[in-house]
C-alpha cells in the first residue's frame, strides 16, 4: 500500500522518520530534566518549604488575625509538637477554624482586662483567689438618660449558654491583691450600672459559645471565662420580666412578698444583671434540675440565706412541684423527676455556738466559738454536693466571741471595760469566715463544691434599722450619682475576702471553694426591698410621719420575685461552669 501524495507546498513524507526521531529526543531530556528538578526539590532546603505550602506542615510562618480595633495581632503559628487545644480570647472571639494560642501568646495579648494582671495564670486564679468586688470597666461608661425607661434586649435569655467556672470553675473571680501589712485593694472604680437600651446594645460583648473556638478547644470556655469576671457589669431593664410571680409560688416567706403585701410599684422586678465581658443566662430550671440531677444542694446560714433558698424553690416550682420531705434539722424538699434535692439548714453565725455561762459571760448571752464550725452543718457536709453558705448580719446582735478558749470580745456586751476587748464584730466575722472555709478545704472527705455569697448589702439610708433607716420610695436602681457608701458593709465585704484568701491557702482535700461576690452589684439595688410593704396588714403605715420620721421598714432581705433572683442565677452559672470543667478533665 502507498500512502497518498501530500498536498502541494508541503514537505514530501520522506521527512516523516527524521521528525519523529527529533522528538523522541527532545522527550528523553526533558524526562531527565524533570527527574534532576524533583530530586532538587525534595533534597534540598526549597523542597521542605514548597512541601510546607503543599500539605500544610511544619510551616513556621506568622499567621495575621483580626483584632477587635480593625488592627491585626501577628501570631506565630503553631509547631506540630504543640498543644493545639489552648484557645484564645479578645474581647469579642474572633471567628476562625482550628488555630489555638500557646500560654506565652495569651501572655502577650494586649487585650486582657487591667483588673487581671495575671491573667495568663488562670487556672491558679480559679482554684484560689478571690475577688474585692470592683465593678469598674474602661468598657462600661456611665450612663445619663432616666434608669427607668431602658428596655432589654432579646437576648440572653433566648440563649442556654453554658461556660467552665468560678469564677468558676474556671473563676471568673478577679484575683485579690494585698500590700505588706495585709489590706485588700481594690484596681477599679465603679461607674453608673445603669443603661438605656441604645447603651446596651454598644456595650454588650458576645458570648464565647458564639465563637467556632469555643466548640473546637478544650481549654477555649476555660480561659474566656476566667477572663470575664461575672460581677463586673450593670443592670438593665428586661420588659421579659420575673420567672415567677407571687402568686405562682408557695413557699414564699410573706415578709419578702412585696406584691402581695401592697407595695404599689413592681418594676424592680424587671431588672438583670449583665456581666461586661459575658452573659449570665436567664435561671433555666429545666437545665438546672438536670445538671443536678441525683445530687442535693443546700443553703446554709440566715434569713438571707432563706430568702435566697426560696427564691431558688419558686424557680424551680413553675417546672416541678417538689415533695417536702424537711424533719427538726432541716429543710429538704425533694424533685422526684431528677432526685434532685434542695435543703436549708439555719445556722446564724456559721460557727459553733453555746448559751451556758463561760468565764465571766453569764448564762443567757450567746458564746460564738470563733474557732469552731457549726456542727449542725459540718454533721451533714458529705451527703451534700453543692452548698451556699450566707452569713454576716448576725454579728450586729448580741454575742460573746471566744477564741481559742478566752473570751476575747463581744457585740453589745462588755460588763467590765477595765478589761481589754481585743476584737469586735467584724473583726470577729472576718476569723469565723476563715474558720469555716477551714473546715470545709480541709475536711478529709469533702470533695463537693462550696460557693461563699458575699456579704448582702442593706440600704438603710439616714440611720440603722432602729434609728431612722429608710429605703422607703426606692423604685428603680440608683445610679452612680445617687449611690451612698456604707462603711460596715465595706468593711465586712473586706474581711470576708481576706478571711476566705487565708483559708484557701489551707486547702487540703478536693474540695471546690469559690466566692459568689455579690456585694458591689447590689449596693445598687436599694429598690429591691421590702421597706414598709412587710404585711398583708391594710392598716400598715407606708409614709413618712408629720416630722419625717419613716415607717417601721425592712431594708435587709429582698421582695420575691426580685433582685435576689439573680443570686441563684449567678448558682446555676458557677455550677454549670464546674461541672463542666470536671467533664472536660474526664475526657
Known amino acids: ?74 501570631i506565630p503559628r503553631l509547631e506540630a509538637s504543640q498543644n493545639r487545644n489552648h484557645g484564645f480570647s479578645d474581647k469579642k472571639p474572633y471567628s ?40 469598674g470597666s474602661d468598657s462600661i ?73 469555643a466548640s473546637k478547644s478544650s481549654k477555649f470556655d476555660s480561659v474566656y471565662s476566667e477572663i470575664c469576671d461575672l460581677y463586673d457589669g450593670q443592670w438593665f431593664h428586661d420588659s421579659a420580666g420575673p420567672l415567677y410571680t407571687n402568686n405562682t409560688c408557695p413557699v414564699l416567706t410573706q415578709m419578702q412578698n412585696c406584691q402581695g403585701n401592697g407595695r404599689p410599684d413592681k418594676d424592680y422586678e424587671n431588672w438583670r444583671w449583665k456581666p461586661s465581658l459575658c452573659d449570665l443566662p436567664r435561671f433555666n430550671a429545666t437545665k438546672f434540675l438536670e445538671l443536678m440531677r441525683g445530687k442535693t444542694l443546700a443553703f446554709i446560714g440566715d434569713s438571707v440565706a432563706r430568702n435566697q433558698m426560696e427564691s431558688m424553690l419558686c424557680i424551680l416550682w413553675q417546672v416541678e412541684v417538689p415533695k417536702n420531705r424537711g424533719n427538726r434539722r432541716m429543710q429538704r424538699w425533694y424533685f422526684k423527676s431528677t432526685s434532685v434535692m434542695i435543703v436549708r439548714i439555719w445556722s446564724s453565725w456559721l460557727t459553733h455556738k453555746t448559751p451556758e455561762a463561760f468565764d465571766f459571760a453569764p448564762e443567757g448571752v450567746v458564746k460564738l466559738h470563733l474557732d469552731k464550725a457549726d456542727e449542725d452543718f459540718m454533721d451533714y457536709l458529705l451527703s451534700f454536693d453543692v452548698v451556699v453558705l450566707s452569713s454576716g448580719h448576725w454579728f450586729a446582735k448580741q454575742s460573746v466571741y471566744i477564741f481559742d478558749n478566752e473570751i476575747v470580745g463581744g457585740q453589745l456586751w462588755w460588763p467590765d471595760n477595765s478589761r481589754p476587748r481585743k476584737i469586735g464584730n467584724i473583726e470577729a466575722f472576718g476569723i469565723s469566715v476563715e474558720t469555716v472555709i477551714t473546715a470545709i478545704v480541709t475536711h478529709p472527705n469533702y470533695t463537693g463544691l462550696a460557693i461563699v455569697r458575699s456579704y448582702s448589702p442593706d440600704h438603710y439610708e439616714g440611720g440603722a434599722w432602729n434609728t431612722g433607716g429608710s429605703c422607703t420610695g426606692k ?25 476566705f484568701n487565708r483559708a484557701i491557702k489551707k486547702q487540703t482535700n478536693k474540695s471546690k471553694v469559690r466566692l459568689m461576690d455579690i456585694t458591689k452589684a447590689f449596693s445598687y439595688r436599694h429598690d429591691g426591698h421590702p421597706g414598709p410593704y412587710r404585711s398583708p396588714d391594710p392598716n400598715k403605715i407606708t409614709k413618712r410621719g408629720p416630722n419625717g420620721q419613716p415607717p417601721p421598714q425592712d431594708c435587709l432581705h429582698w421582695c420575691m ?15 454549670s461552669r464546674e461541672f463542666k470543667a470536671i467533664d472536660k478533665a474526664l475526657v
Open 1 to 74: 500500500m502507498t500512502l497518498a501524495s501530500p498536498s502541494v507546498g508541503f514537505p514530501t513524507m520522506a521527512a516523516f522518520p527524521r521528525t519523529l526521531s527529533s522528538i523522541a529526543v527532545a522527550g528523553g531530556g526533558l524526562a531527565l530534566f524533570l527527574i534532576f528538578a524533583s530530586w532538587v526539590l525534595i533534597s534540598c532546603p526549597i523542597g521542605s518549604t514548597v512541601q510546607g505550602y503543599l500539605l500544610g506542615i511544619d510551616n513556621p510562618r506568622k499567621t495575621l488575625l483580626p483584632r477587635g480595633n480593625g488592627s491585626e495581632f501577628v
Open 96 to 135: 476562625a477554624d482550628d488555630d489555638a494560642v500557646t500560654k506565652d501568646l495569651i501572655e502577650k495579648s494586649p487585650k486582657l482586662p487591667s483588673d487581671f494582671p495575671n491573667a495568663p495564670k488562670a487556672k491558679k486564679i480559679d482554684q484560689k483567689a478571690v475577688s474585692v468586688s470592683s465593678l
Open 141 to 213: 461608661r456611665e450612663s445619663k438618660k432616666p434608669s427607668g425607661i431602658s428596655t432589654s434586649p432579646k437576648p440572653s435569655e433566648a440563649k442556654d449558654m453554658t461556660q467552665p467556672p468560678f469564677s468558676g470553675l474556671s473563676d471568673t473571680s478577679k484575683a485579690v491583691t494585698q500590700d505588706s501589712n495585709g489590706s485588700t485593694m481594690a484596681s477599679s472604680s465603679s461607674p453608673n450600672l445603669l443603661h438605656s437600651k441604645s447603651d446596651l446594645n454598644s456595650t454588650l460583648m458576645t458570648s464565647p459559645t458564639s465563637s467556632p473556638l
Open 475 to 499: 423604685v428603680n436602681p440608683a445610679l452612680a450619682s445617687e449611690l451612698v457608701r456604707n462603711g460596715f458593709t465595706d468593711a465586712m465585704h473586706q474581711k470576708q475576702v481576706m478571711g
Open 561 to 575: 420575685p426580685g433582685p435576689v433572683d439573680t443570686w441563684n442565677e449567678l448558682v446555676l452559672e458557677i455550677i
